[in-house]
């Protein structure tokens, strides 16, 4: 394979950070074979940030801390912030890029209903705090008028289908995308919803930390009503937490929502009927303007079936309270001070551990990418994006799959059929890098200076539009999920295709002055994850065209298991915090996308090499610079309230764990660093994972 250096960098779905550590022995560099490879190869930097170093941990009994240590001990959480590290870093650099454009779009004159006008003025009227605190709960005056007019079940099952555009106060989401089983197509879906806490765990589980979170939480409501100049607060907030709760015990858990096949049920409206009796869902869907559809996927059907009876048991007063707090709680942050305070005050403190809000340009930063993010995007591109970086990503991404390809035909545990569909499917991966080739037009949004909620709901509503008149339409196979100044990265398993937007092909991911050995271990390793994802427990459900369809036979399915079993329990094992394990469930498909995507990249660099020895660089090997560059992505610091909501929400371990889990089942990194029986890095080898 062609010697390349990695240019660029990329990040998986979604990723969450933090790493593990310790200390090689050092190498000698005086070998007539070192000075001759080090004599073939460019005056590279390592790419090692060795002052971070903790050269009093051994790396073979503590990775992430032998890598990040020195970092760990003298970084400190940004006050506004939950967690920090490296992607944090870069996402807040790419933040400030953004803000310095608005910025400049702001300070001049723009033609009204132009692009420039649209980014300003939204910029504008999240900063106007006096017409914010002029106009009070004005702006949402006609949606408590809804709420007060409804007089019965049939006007609440309406009012859901209304309100699908906002979001708000809806315990089922209505919306449109590709059709899991015919990928060329568009088809509507439907969805659980409708907690104001992150997950249903928070409502069920009965340790006196879950039952002082919700009195706090419930605590939360009743100010609300204060703020609002309501009456009897208190009472509200029990029956609001007493549905959400009981909303809660009906709804699928996040594992069980991880299952494309179970959460996969089409159905005609005359069968949801049948199967969610006591509920109009004509009424739902012909207000939400989808009275016309044919079909739909149900995607927890026993949340409906339960949920289609339980909205009938609760009375329409309780349901009004309910709707009036999650109207308040969805624009809290646009309201008055005192609103948004009091919402930082739970969301940010008491369940994320932030000590101070994010200043208010910062904010209206977010809510401005939020609603106009790809018109920020272009100009993003045309100031931070450089066209050569595109080329060298493509080369690197080919690097990757070249490598994976070996790696599908010299697996022992695959039957030859399945190989072949295998490889079937990773040729027909699709790459998309930087930027869309075609831009989304924001022609249905009108932006108004000093109409903040208004900009929002006519956001939501133009982005409701877009996305239902997708039925009936070719898939749009040019369509973006992220935004090119997102620091993050994606895999779409009907499309079949990676994405890694601009905003992460740049530094510390990727060093253009540094040995190939930590670019393929940082970068390479990330760009590997978002490949493997197409064959995680989930992904690998999915075929080449985008379709979800069993192409395993028995066999390979048993073996796949049962290695997929052993990284379950591996995983489930790790205790970050109190007495939180991690779900080894809910975090398999990023798991085996980490010891996959990092294995691959370790082969596309052995590739590069083409059989000559790596230089040894600041005393280190190639082999061990690769895994210390994988090492030092992933350091992070948590808030402890962060961290614990991270484990019981999240399918990402946090980082310490990415880089534990991964590198104990690598026997690669074991030769690295000669891991012996009784290191803190060793696992048995018969409980080792190989999946990829």
């Not at 996402?91 to 649209?118: C, F, M, N, Y």
């Not at 990773?426 to 998309?432: G, H």
């Not at 037009?441 to 109409?451: E, R």
């Not at 890694?500 to 040995?515: E, H, K, R, S």
């Amino acid at each position: 394979m062609k010697k390349t250096l990695l240019s660029s960098v990329a990040l998986a779905v979604s990723l969450a950070l933090t790493g593990c550590g310790g200390d090689p022995t050092p190498v000698s560099q005086d070998t007539s074979q070192d000075v001759a490879a080090t004599q073939s190869q460019p005056a590279l930097s390592s790419g090692i940030e060795l002052e971070n170093l903790d050269r009093t941990v051994e790396p073979q009994q503590n990775f992430f801390r032998f890598v990040n240590g020195q970092w760990l001990e003298r970084t400190e959480i940004p006050a506004d912030r939950a967690r920090w590290g490296s992607f944090d870093e870069l996402r807040e650099a790419a933040e400030q890029q953004v803000l310095t454009i608005i910025q400049e779009l702001a300070a001049t004159p723009q033609e009204q209903d132009s692009e420039g006008q649209k980014i300003a003025d939204l910029f504008r009227s999240y900063l106007d705090t006096d017409t914010i605190e002029r106009l009070g709960l004005t702006p949402l005056q006609s949606h408590f008028a809804a709420i007060d007019a409804l007089e019965s079940h049939t006007d609440l099952t309406t009012l859901w289908g209304q309100w699908q555009s906002i979001r708000t106060g809806t315990p089922l989401v209505v919306f449109v995308g590709q059709d899991q089983r015919q990928s060329d197509q568009y088809i509507t879906a439907t969805s659980q919803s409708g907690l104001g806490l992150p997950d249903r765990d928070y409502y069920l589980k009965d340790d006196e930390r879950s039952l002082k979170l919700l009195e706090e939480y419930q605590a939360m409501i009743a100010q609300f009503w204060q703020l609002a100049g309501w009456d009897e607060g208190d009472k509200a907030a029990e029956t609001i937490v007493a549905i959400e709760r009981q909303l809660a015990e009906i709804q699928w858990s996040r594992v069980q929502n991880r299952d494309r096949n179970a959460t996969y049920n089409k159905m005609t409206l005359a069968e949801l009927a049948e199967a969610a009796p006591g509920m109009d869902w004509s009424s739902l869907f012909q207000a939400a303007e989808l009275g016309d559809i044919d079909a739909l996927v149900v995607r927890q059907p026993s949340y409906f079936s339960a949920f289609a009876e339980l909205q009938q048991q609760i009375s329409i007063a309780d349901w009004q309270q309910y709707l009036r707090f999650h109207l308040l709680r969805g624009n809290a942050s646009m309201l008055p001070a005192a609103f948004d305070e009091a919402s930082f005050n739970f969301y940010g403190k008491t369940l994320s551990g932030q000590q101070e809000q994010r200043s208010r340009e910062k904010r209206a930063v977010n809510t401005t990418e939020r609603m106009l993010g790809f018109l920020i995007g272009k100009e993003y591109v045309a100031r931070h994006f450089q066209p050569e970086a595109k080329e060298r990503m493509d080369e690197l991404v080919q690097n990757l799959k070249v490598a994976f390809k070996e790696a599908i035909d010299q697996l022992e545990w695959m039957s030859d059929d399945t190989k072949v569909e295998a490889q079937a499917k990773l040729a027909s991966f699709n790459t998309k890098i930087g930027y869309p080739d075609v831009w989304r037009d924001y022609d249905c949004l009108t932006i108004a200076a000093d109409d903040l909620i208004g900009n929002a709901r006519r956001s939501a509503e133009c982005e409701y539009e877009r996305m239902i008149a997708r039925l009936g339409q070719p898939v749009n196979r040019d369509e973006w999920g992220m935004t090119p100044q997102t620091v993050n990265a994606y895999y779409s398993s009907t499309m079949n295709e990676i994405v890694f937007p601009a905003a992460i092909l740049q530094p510390p991911f990727f060093d253009v002055n540094a040995d190939d050995a930590l670019n393929y271990g940082a970068i390479g390793g990330v760009i590997g994850h978002e490949i493997t994802h197409g064959f995680d427990d989930q992904g690998r459900r999915s075929d080449g065209e985008g379709n979800l369809r069993d192409w395993w036979t028995e066999s390979d399915e048993r073996q796949f298991s049962e290695r997929a079993q052993r990284m379950i329990d591996q995983y489930s094992a790790f205790n970050p915090i109190d007495d939180l394990y991690l779900q080894g469930a809910l975090g398999l498909g990023e798991n085996i996308a980490d010891l996959g995507g990092l294995t691959v990249s370790y082969r596309a660099y052995q590739n590069s090499l083409e059989g000559q020895p790596a230089p040894v660089i600041d005393g280190f090997t190639g082999e061990q610079r690769f895994f210390m560059g994988w090492g030092q992505i992933w350091r992070i610091k948590f808030r402890d309230e962060a961290l614990r909501q991270q484990v019981i929400t999240g399918p990402h371990s946090p980082g310490k764990y990415r880089v534990l889990g991964t590198l104990s089942n690598m026997p690669e990194f074991y030769q690295a660093f000669d891991v012996q029986p009784g290191d803190g890095m060793y696992r048995e080898e018969d409980v080792r994972v190989k999946i990829w």
